[in-house]
């Protein structure tokens, strides 16, 4: 049993082992874990609200912007991040150097409108003369009339095209969008086009805000049956304001034709998504299907879930940063993690002898892990060491080491009831574990609860520590227990030599043999009291009651006697 444990604890080291040092050779993991912001610097981007008439953004607008554009970024997969508002700005700070993709994120900050379909065309700005040579659109006249030909009856009344919009339609060039800075009207029809180029849109008033999204997702299409059709699909939830809208919406272009029946999803100025409406959603779940690939439909979700933005920003800077903190700071927490484990070392020395060694070999084992996981977390998921995950490892020494005490001083106890070593160290696992995991599980608890509700750093605490909770307890399962197993039946141990730190003699042991109680043999007075004394603090609340009525009663029947 004990060999079989460590057996599969060799195999979860070597496993971890293996992916690190595959990730390695064959793609771009490393031995050292990414640093966070604080330890390493990074990128810092200014973003500044944008508002029509030079209006001032309100608090409530940017706190709601803060808490999207940090979920932008986490659903890049950057860890430890910080986005904070400065003034009137909103400052993304990046650990590292910041790729284009997560750069894209940010920028891609404008808000989030559902319009409809006008008109739908090809994006070039060129018409073929009569001489059969393809010439460039002319710029719109800025005498041509740009009020509508009769009064709209709906957004998607063709009579917003006035014609000055439908020359600016004609030379526009979709290879020179319109600036993402630039804050389009929402109560006029604009011209956008598709995010790569590939089409051209006269669309109307915007009509449903992409704040009113509350949820968005990808996932296999399904029949009424349940079953999957293969294809991939984005849902969508709004809230109750949403759904009005988006049900007023399709009740309208469902019975349109073409283009006519589509809904642009515009964000940033650009088309995303162009959907025809096959049916009236009034239930505020409607589904985009489509040619979608499964990362082609987590890139919209994602677009969908978190380009909901209340207003628009312009990138104001960029720059490098460097690190709030630095290698000094790290060199200190190390320091620090090496002295409190110097201290516990010296402690379980002290307290158990050379039963301590198994705390610090297992100490040793829970560091091989973390270290192999918090390195392989650093390649695959982004994951970055801040100094506030520093100190998440060094706590969890004290924590760690909290577990193998629980256990020794078990086994102790079932060596003071005259137990032999192999059995109290059995009796003693079962007395143990039950302690050790309602232990664990509230550390996770707690870390789970923390990582959920805290934001930045605190994350980075948050995290190690429940990392860590986890290790631990598979290093006392498969290390420390069958370690102790296998100790328990060497000579030195089970002989309880002084030094072992299980003495039964030293501990106060009762020996029990055939329903007679004895007091070990060959102790000195003043070690047979110590033991007594020893014997009598470790006893459980149950057993000093019993004694108290033993010693009553036989109080009573002396007094009977005489």
């Known amino acids: 049993m004990a060999g079989r444990s460590l057996t599969w604890l060799g195999v979860i080291t070597l496993a971890l082992l293996g992916i ?153 060039d979709c290879n020179e969008p319109v600036e993402p800075g630039v804050v389009q009207p929402a109560d006029e029809p604009i011209i956008a086009c598709e995010a790569d180029g590939s089409v051209k849109y006269i669309l109307g008033p915007v009509e449903v805000e992409g704040s009113k999204i509350t949820d968005a997702t990808n996932g296999m299409r399904t029949t009424q049956t349940g079953a999957t059709t293969g294809e991939w699909a984005v849902n969508l939830v709004f809230n109750g304001q949403g759904t009005d809208q988006f049900a007023e919406v399709t009740s309208r272009l469902n019975g349109l034709e073409s283009p006519q029946n589509q809904f642009a999803i515009v964000l940033d100025n650009q088309v995303i998504s162009a959907p025809q409406t096959l049916a009236v959603i009034s239930d505020g779940k409607p589904e985009i299907s489509g040619n979608f690939t499964q990362e082609s439909s987590k890139t919209l979700a994602d677009q969908l879930k978190y380009g909901a933005l209340p207003i628009s920003f312009v990138v104001q800077s960029s720059d490098q940063i460097s690190a709030t903190l630095g290698s000094s700071q790290l060199e200190i927490g190390i320091i620090a993690g090496l002295i409190g484990l110097a201290l516990v070392a010296v402690y379980t020395l002290f307290q158990y002898r050379l039963l301590g060694t198994v705390t610090l070999a297992s100490l040793v084992v829970a560091a091989v892990l973390t270290y192999l996981v918090i390195a392989i977390l650093s390649w695959r998921n982004g994951y970055r060491l801040s100094l506030a995950g520093v100190a998440g490892l060094i706590v969890a020494i004290g924590f760690t080491a909290d577990s193998f005490i629980v256990y020794f001083e078990r086994i102790r106890d079932e060596l003071r009831d005259g137990r032999g070593l192999e059995s109290a160290v059995e009796a003693g696992w079962k007395r143990a574990k039950r302690t050790i995991y309602a232990s664990k599980g509230v550390n996770l608890l707690a870390a789970i609860v923390l990582y959920v509700l805290a934001v930045g750093n605190v994350k980075g605490f948050a995290f190690t520590l429940g990392v860590t909770t986890v290790i631990d307890v598979i290093v006392v399962l498969l290390f420390t227990h069958p370690t102790l197993q296998l100790l328990a039946r060497t000579k030195f141990f089970s002989s309880g030599h002084p030094l072992s730190g299980l003495d039964p003699t030293a501990l106060g042991a009762v020996y029990r043999g055939r329903a007679q109680f004895r007091q070990p043999v060959d102790v000195s007075k003043t070690k047979a009291a110590k033991s007594s004394r020893e014997a009598t603090k470790r006893q459980t609340i149950a057993e000093r009651k019993q004694a108290e009525l033993i010693a009553a009663g036989g109080s009573t029947s002396q007094e009977k006697d005489s």
Do not use: C, H
């Not at 771009?28 to 200014?46: F, N, V, Y």
């Not at 979920?71 to 400052?91: C, L, M």
């Open 20 to 172: 690190l040092v595959g990730g390695i050779i064959w793609s771009s993991a490393s031995w050292a874990p990414k640093l966070a912001l604080d330890l390493e610097g990074g990128t810092q981007m200014i973003l500044k609200p944008n508002l029509e008439g030079g209006e001032q953004a309100t608090p409530e607008q940017l706190a709601q912007a803060v808490s999207i554009i940090r979920q932008r970024v986490d659903a890049s997969g950057v860890s430890e991040a910080e986005v904070n508002t400065e003034g009137n700005n909103v400052v993304v700070s990046i650990p590292g150097e910041a790729d284009e993709e997560t750069r894209k994120r940010i920028e891609a900050s404008a808000k989030l409108e559902f319009r409809a379909v006008l008109v739908a065309g090809q994006p070039s700005n060129t018409f073929v003369g009569e001489d059969g040579t393809e010439t460039p659109y002319p710029s719109p006249d800025p005498a041509l009339p740009n009020t509508p030909t009769a009064e709209p009856t709906s957004p998607s009344d063709l009579s917003q095209i006035t014609p000055a919009l439908e020359a600016q339609f004609q030379a526009f």
